[in-house]
């Protein structure tokens, strides 16, 4: 039950229902924060009875109030469509494009207030001051979808794709981000903007047969039908032919901005034309010129929001003097700027303008905490009326007394007096809690229901409310006042839009020039993808088939000689990875010992670390632990205040904790994921769950900023229920110390957060029970020694930031438990870059702009020498900021000190070294600017970006390098790379393949790092497995070279998969099917994948996959070649026990077998054609009208290798992939 009665409540207040009678006169409202949402839905149903058909919109100085009111009015207005059109992420003067998210979430916007007239339902906008200032194109303001659905009829797949192109979407070959779409035959995949997840529209002809979702993350559709689809523009700024007519007029007037205006006039969509509109498009519009008539507008705290259209028109033109700084160097030089001068033409407006463009039946109201003065507000008329609703605010619980027990008092004394009491809560765990609560100390309470108008029991309703208030006849507390702080986000549950990813496209992704290792061959360099024609069927045929194979390029035999190439043929792209060790290693030669000789080597030294942790393993099933009850309701109650929907991997995760836990073998669980993906919540779960127990928890991070974001996130989750939760680290005193470490030995403290101090010799617990530790690897040996003696017998739960790669995590499977989180959350969102020489004017702009949203910045400046400077120029040129220095020169608690102040807000600029690289988690600091970026290696570039953008609002990184200085090739080839890889979940690029290098070092030593450099990562890992299974005692099959040679054709035609990118792709996964540890039904789901996503395949392609089974079964039995010559098959070389001997001589007359264990078998008839003929009967294979010969060869084969090796296979235990 919501809030739907709080205005009917509040109305028998005198001064409410007199406000009330205002809603159709511009009035200047005073009243405190947590009555406005309730004022607001009494003053639109008021306004509505009369004309039902306006709308509601609220002004909010940020968008995160915006989203505040959002939330708290569909509480109220749970009937009514309550949207937030949000701002641009970008000025208007900056050359780059706002995101296709945000530009389908305006479109949805604006063709709602189109429909309001004829809609029933109640429409509230929200928004911030930002988006109602920005001006609106033609074409946003007449936005509305493409509308397909299943058995439309008339809708050739091209055509729609030419639609799609004048709505603004990009043509790709595989969709990865909103506004993109791709083509492939009768598939149409496309990514609305203002969609949760891609679709996958499927045709019959001209004719739409099917249409479904499909996620981005590993390519697959799901198991839901759509009958329709919306597909929303992409764009703000569309080329018609008016558009491109108007940029070849700018052209030829000489405008500066000639690359923009060349592409545009030339209809080609690109980054940043939407910085133009104010000079291609003249009739721009207000927002509250698209309100329907009798609309209401509502300022809230008008102070503020004038206060931020100031502030946005000084940044605006601050960003304008700098385009005209540019303007006045060369063409070059303006076209590398990040900004656009439109001249006086300004996408901008002013508060008084956007008020003047309300239609006379609209209302403008204003909600203040206090009377305006008349001055102070330019976009109030002296006609406005002031009037006054009162309430009195919550007062503040008293310090040291606790929240709940202050609250429960005050809603005692409020029910004495006969005054109405509501508590509302957001999420269904902290409604049943709090009701809980209040029942345990004798308070009469009651879960509300559709009668919230109940005297004499305090009702909890599952509500959010801004704050609460009190007045004559009720008190109402939000969960924050109950509680003492939010135990659940104000923000909505996300939908979980992105599943696992099964396995995630992503390509070899192999550039000419890109280092590969093959198994057998060594160190090689990638040159390209090549077809050639191929003699088959043996000594003396003439028939060729067309295969398509992989060159590589080997260092060369000898001094002088060019370098050998290797032919890979597409269907061993298993024995393939792409080399990552650091710098460039220099090339295996062909044929030489040199490649098996560094296998030796790095062989022998994981034998070691393989020792090390089968001991580890053995030590721990050995080792008796408590074993943990079951979940209790307070555990469920706990888990449903969580106010996001879980992941599915965090789902997986934290039943795998609560498994182990509740074994009798102590758990020892590594949990790895990126900052945000879900780990502090699993570590919340597992932490509840060991109290519930009667156990102690010790949770150890690495620093005190981390003891401090940890404990405010415990501290909250944990609200409300009887958890004592203490931190221990640095800046706690002597005094408080001495109490916390007194309380953890006579079990008073349950829950202790700390740094290293935790592992004191003087720190005891009475009943430690669970160890959770954030970053292990960040910890000394020392601790790690004293962490050891601490582990005996006690369940550990370790979670790391570092990527742990896929492939250790199969190396070390059964000795370390370990669990991954590789969802991306849908809120996150890629990070706008920006590549650009420095300019003191943009940079302040910048800082400011992030100072508008109340957000902060990084300023990376990696010299000691110069940051003082450096920090002073920043100072001087954006006075209003607080700016903060921070390097490694600092002492620890200085460093440290500045930090902490730093994350509680206490600046709004940290100028540092690359300290920041790592270890920061700073959800308010969105936005980073890096100096001298061309000095930075490509990995740093990347880390560096992500430290911003974790929040929910976009992240900006600026790249400067120094204007007067040339930069290298390789500087400008990387900042090029940096620009261009901007999305999320590229986790093959450089950045994230370095972090799992630096991930296994630490796992494994950092003196080991010589040999993964010499034989790449991939391999190192495999090396780690072999040994593995072989101090486990598990049969190990190492990878060999196993050559298939037969009359068939085994390539996917380009008529099927056209982009030669995901040809190789599909290759890969039949080559990863085709290993000897894949599962028996690998090659169906690949099948099954490649329909979904390309149709049915052709013969060809099938004909693939049943030569990765044949594959697949041969790598199992040891065989290294199977060929065709002269009519015979050729087996080598398979050990045959003498009963399978007789029944290969009775099945298959005239075979014979070899001591060395060769098999020779004659071809059948059926396959070698009528005998007498004078061209090898292969040779009729390859003849046009035979070719279904392909086909029945494979089958005759797998039938053979049924009917000779089925026991065998099915003894065969397959080694570990190392695909």
């Given at each position: ?991 994230l393949r370095d972090l799992e290098i630096r991930g296994a070092g630490n796992l494994l030593g950092g003196e080991q790092s010589g040999h993964i450099a010499g034989v790449g990562f991939d391999m190192y890992l495999r090396l780690i497995g072999e040994a593995v299974d072989t101090f486990k005692g598990e049969q190990v099959h190492s990878s060999q070279d196993l050559t298939v040679e037969l009359p068939v054709v085994i390539k996917i035609p380009d008529s099927y998969i056209d982009s030669e990118r995901l040809r190789l792709e599909a290759y890969q996964k039949f080559g990863a099917a085709s290993h000897p540890g894949a599962q028996a039904d690998h090659v ?32 199992k039995l040891g065989i290294s070649r199977i060929s065709v010559l002269n009519d015979q098959l050729r087996i080598d070389a398979v050990k045959l026990p003498d009963s399978k001997q007789v029944r290969l001589n009775r099945l298959y007359p005239g075979s014979s077998y070899s001591e060395n264990g060769l098999i020779l078998v004659p071809m059948p008839p059926a396959l070698t054609g009528t005998p007498g003929l004078a061209t090898s009967p292969l040779d009729r294979l390859y003849r046009g009208a035979d070719k279904a010969a392909d086909g029945d060869l494979l089958a005759w084969l797998d039938r053979l290798f049924e009917s000779l090796f089925s026991e ?12």
């Amino acid at each position: 039950m919501g809030l739907q009665q709080l205005p009917e409540i509040l109305a028998q207040q005198p001064d409410f229902a007199d406000a009330l009678a205002y809603s159709a006169e511009n009035t200047n409202f005073i009243a405190p924060e947590g009555l406005r949402p309730a004022l607001l839905a009494g003053l639109y149903r008021q306004r509505r009875q009369k004309h039902p058909g306006g709308a509601l919109l609220i002004i909010a100085a940020t968008s995160r109030e915006a989203e505040q009111y959002r939330v708290a009015l569909s509480s109220i207005e749970p009937d009514a469509d309550i949207l937030e059109l949000p701002a641009w992420e970008t000025l208007p003067h900056e050359k780059l494009s706002p995101a296709a998210a945000t530009v389908g979430a305006r479109a949805v916007v604006f063709n709602r207030l189109r429909q309001q007239d004829k809609s029933a339902k109640p429409l509230i906008l929200v928004a911030s001051v930002r988006a109602v200032l920005q001006s609106i194109s033609p074409f946003a303001a007449a936005a509305s979808p493409l509308n397909l659905s299943v058995g439309d009829t008339d809708t050739p797949p091209a055509d729609i794709a030419a639609r799609l192109t004048a709505l603004g979407y990009t043509h790709v070959d595989l969709v990865a981000k909103r506004g993109e779409f791709a083509l492939r035959g009768g598939i149409l995949d496309v990514f609305s903007p203002a969609a949760d997840m891609a679709v996958r529209i499927d045709f019959f002809g001209d004719e739409i047969d099917e249409i479904r979702n499909f996620a981005v993350a590993d390519q697959r559709s799901t198991e839901t039908q759509l009958t329709a689809t919306e597909l929303w523009p992409a764009r703000e700024l569309l080329l018609t032919e008016e558009v491109r007519e108007r940029a070849e007029q700018l052209l030829a007037a000489g405008d500066p901005h000639t690359e923009l205006l060349e592409k545009i006039s030339a209809g080609i969509v690109c980054e940043g034309m939407e910085s133009l509109l104010p000079l291609l498009v003249t009739d721009m519009a207000a927002l509250t010129e698209l309100l329907p008539p009798h609309s209401t507008v509502a300022v809230i705290a008008p102070e503020r929001v004038l206060a931020r259209a100031v502030q946005l028109a000084e940044t605006n033109a601050e960003f304008l003097r700098a385009a005209w700084d540019a303007a006045a160097g060369s063409a070059e030089q303006i076209e590398q700027q990040t900004v656009i001068n439109t001249g006086e033409k300004s996408g901008m407006l002013t508060l008084p303008a956007v008020k003047q463009a309300l239609a006379q039946s609209g209302v403008w109201h204003t909600i203040s905490p206090f009377a305006i003065e008349e001055k102070a507000d330019e976009a109030e008329s002296a006609d406005s009326l002031a009037v006054t609703v009162s309430a009195a605010a919550i007062p503040a619980v008293p310090p040291g007394v606790d929240a709940v027990e202050f609250q429960t008092g005050q809603i005692r004394d409020a029910l004495t007096n006969g005054k109405q009491v509501i508590v509302a809560a957001g999420a269904s765990g902290a409604a049943e809690r709090a009701l809980e609560l209040l029942l345990e100390q004798q308070v009469p309470a009651t879960a509300a229901d559709d009668n919230l108008k109940q005297s004499g029991v305090a009702q909890v309703a599952q509500a959010n409310s801004l704050n609460g208030f009190e007045t004559e006849q009720l008190l109402l507390l939000s969960e924050a006042d109950f509680f003492g702080r939010h135990i659940s986000e104000t923000a909505p549950k996300q939908r979980a839009g992105i599943r696992r990813r099964k396995n995630v496209v992503d390509p070899l992704q192999l550039q000419p020039g890109d280092y590969v290792v093959h198994d057998h061959h060594g160190i090689g360099r990638f040159v390209s993808l090549t077809k050639k024609q191929v003699t088959v069927g043996g000594r003396g045929s003439r028939q060729k088939s067309e295969r398509e194979y992989l060159v590589l390029e080997y260092a060369a035999s000898k001094r002088g000689m060019p370098a050998d190439k290797l032919y890979i043929p597409i269907d061993q792209l298993g024995q393939l990875s792409r080399y990552v060790g650091g710098e460039a290693p220099a090339l295996s030669k062909l044929g030489g010992s040199d490649w098996a000789n560094t296998k030796k080597k790095a062989r022998k030294a994981v034998r070691d670390i393989a020792v090390q942790l089968v001991k580890l393993y053995s030590a721990r099933a050995a080792a008796k632990g408590h074993a943990f009850a079951p979940d209790t309701p307070w555990q469920h109650e706990l888990e449903a205040a969580f106010p996001y929907v879980e992941t599915v991997d965090q789902l997986t995760a934290i039943a795998e904790v609560k498994r182990d836990m509740e074994r009798q073998m102590p758990m020892d669980r590594l949990v790895s994921g990126d900052v945000g993906f879900g780990k502090t919540e699993i570590a919340v779960r597992a932490a509840f769950k060991a109290v519930q127990d009667n156990k102690q928890v010790a949770i150890l991070v690495p620093t005190t900023l981390l003891v401090k974001q940890h404990f405010e996130t415990f501290q909250n989750r944990f609200a409300g229920f009887p958890v004592r939760l203490k931190a221990l680290s640095r800046f706690q005193s002597d005094k408080e110390a001495r109490e916390v470490i007194a309380g953890l030995a006579d079990g008073t403290v349950d829950v202790v957060i700390g740094t290293h101090r935790l592992l004191a010799k003087n720190v005891k617990y009475r009943d430690l029970g669970l160890i959770i530790i954030d970053e292990e690897q960040r910890f000394g040996v020392e601790h790690k020694d004293a962490l050891k003696q601490l582990k005996t017998n006690v369940d550990v739960l370790a979670m790391s930031a570092t990527p742990i790669p896929r492939t250790l995590e199969m190396a070390v499977t059964g000795i370390r438990e370990m669990s991954t989180l590789a969802t991306a959350p849908e809120e996150r969102h890629p990070i706008l870059t920006f590549v650009g020489p420095r300019n003191l004017g943009q940079t302040a702009a910048a800082i400011r702009r992030e100072m508008l949203r109340e957000g902060q910045i990084f300023y990376v400046h990696n010299r000691v020498a110069s940051i003082g400077r450096v920090a002073r120029e920043l100072a001087e040129a954006v006075p209003e900021a607080r700016v903060a220095v921070a390097h490694g020169k600092l002492s620890e608690s200085e460093l440290e000190r500045v930090v902490v102040d730093f994350w509680e807000k206490k600046y709004d600029v940290l100028v540092c070294t690359t300290i920041v690289e790592t270890g920061l988690d700073i959800a308010n600091a969105n936005t980073i600017i890096i100096d001298n970026a061309d000095k930075y290696g490509l990995s740093q570039l990347h880390q560096l970006r992500g430290r911003v953008g974790r929040g929910r609002e976009r992240a900006y990184a600026y790249f400067l390098y120094d204007p007067s200085r040339v930069l290298t090739e390789t500087a400008h080839e990387r900042l090029e790379t940096i620009a261009t890889h901007n999305e999320l979940g590229s986790g093959m690029q450089v950045a994230l393949r370095d972090l799992e290098i630096r991930g296994a070092g630490n796992l494994l030593g950092g003196e080991q790092s010589g040999h993964i450099a010499g034989v790449g990562f991939d391999m190192y890992l495999r090396l780690i497995g072999e040994a593995v299974d072989t101090f486990k005692g598990e049969q190990v099959h190492s990878s060999q070279d196993l050559t298939v040679e037969l009359p068939v054709v085994i390539k996917i035609p380009d008529s099927y998969i056209d982009s030669e990118r995901l040809r190789l792709e599909a290759y890969q996964k039949f080559g990863a099917a085709s290993h000897p540890g894949a599962q028996a039904d690998h090659v169906t789901l690949v099948l099954e994948e490649l329909t979904d996503r390309y149709g049915n395949p052709p013969k060809e392609v099938e004909q693939l996959a049943a030569l990765a089974r044949l594959r697949r079964k041969a790598a199992k039995l040891g065989i290294s070649r199977i060929s065709v010559l002269n009519d015979q098959l050729r087996i080598d070389a398979v050990k045959l026990p003498d009963s399978k001997q007789v029944r290969l001589n009775r099945l298959y007359p005239g075979s014979s077998y070899s001591e060395n264990g060769l098999i020779l078998v004659p071809m059948p008839p059926a396959l070698t054609g009528t005998p007498g003929l004078a061209t090898s009967p292969l040779d009729r294979l390859y003849r046009g009208a035979d070719k279904a010969a392909d086909g029945d060869l494979l089958a005759w084969l797998d039938r053979l290798f049924e009917s000779l090796f089925s026991e065998l296979l099915a003894g065969v235990s397959a080694p570990a992939a190392k695909v």
